[in-house]
């Protein structure tokens, strides 16, 4: 079974801390993306790479950066954490063309 | 700009009936299609992916189809489970730009 694991369920963290948020795939995908589920927004791309060291911006880039220094780890970074950044991440990984897995989400709460 | 609208927003149905869940997107030069399950607090599960040439996929109780000429694909479960109650969320990957536009989803309820 492809897997993509998060590496926290559960994270509350204060306000203007630097947070990491990590995301591993074990398939070999290519494509690897941090999305934000927030109520009645839906899911919101917030970065994605599609090769090592390659990130391209999705909707809500802003104030978050990420890094992909391998091809398996994926990670989302926020530089000073804010209160309007409590959401839920999801990271997910595909091949292009092809269905995307996701994590299992970190619930990330700023306070 | 390619937009993807699910209705109904919600649904509550007594155990063991066939539904059907409806998405719909507004353009149709589409690669894929994808139908995705989440339970609250949880990421998401992959259902079934329907790729632009294929006109239906189905795994157990679930088939999905596509018919992007209208724009419309549907989820039918058969014999529903209250273990089936979850939010369904489709996802249309609308070029090869590898991002995928999704709808806001359906929230099922279903009741013993």
């Known amino acids: 079974d492809v897997k993509v694991t998060q590496s926290s369920r559960y994270l509350v963290k204060r306000t203007g801390e630097k947070v990491f948020l990590e995301c591993v795939q074990d398939?070999?995908?290519?494509?690897m993306f941090w999305y934000r589920q927030d109520p009645g927004l839906g899911l919101r791309l917030i970065y994605f790479?599609?090769?090592?060291?390659?990130?391209e911006k999705g909707d809500i880039p802003e104030g978050y950066s990420v890094s992909r220094e391998k091809k398996e780890r994926f990670s989302l970074i926020l530089e000073s954490a804010s209160t309007n950044q409590t959401s839920m991440y999801l990271c997910?990984?595909?091949?292009?063309?092809?269905?995307?897995?996701f994590g299992s989400g970190t619930r990330l709460t700023v306070v | 700009k390619q937009e993807v609208t699910q209705i109904p927003a919600a649904l509550s149905v007594p155990e063991g009936e066939n539904l059907v869940l409806n998405c719909s997107f507004t353009?149709?030069?589409?690669?894929?299609l994808q139908w995705f399950r989440q339970d609250p607090g949880k990421g998401l599960t992959s259902l079934l992916l329907?790729?632009?040439s294929q006109r239906e996929q189905t795994s157990g109780r679930l088939n999905a189809s596509l018919d992007k000429s209208s724009g419309r694909s549907t989820l039918y479960i058969a014999a529903s489970q209250p273990g089936d109650s979850a939010t369904y969320l489709c996802?249309?990957?609308?070029?090869?730009?590898?991002?995928?536009?999704w709808g806001l989803g359906t929230s099922l309820a279903v009741n013993p």
């Open positions: 997910a990984s595909s091949w292009t063309n092809y269905g995307y897995t």
């Open positions: 398939m070999d995908h290519e494509n």
């Open positions: 790479s599609y090769d090592v060291k390659m990130k």
């Open positions: 353009d149709s030069a589409i690669y894929n």
């Open positions: 329907i790729q632009s």
């Open positions: 996802a249309v990957n609308a070029g090869n730009n590898r991002k995928l536009i």
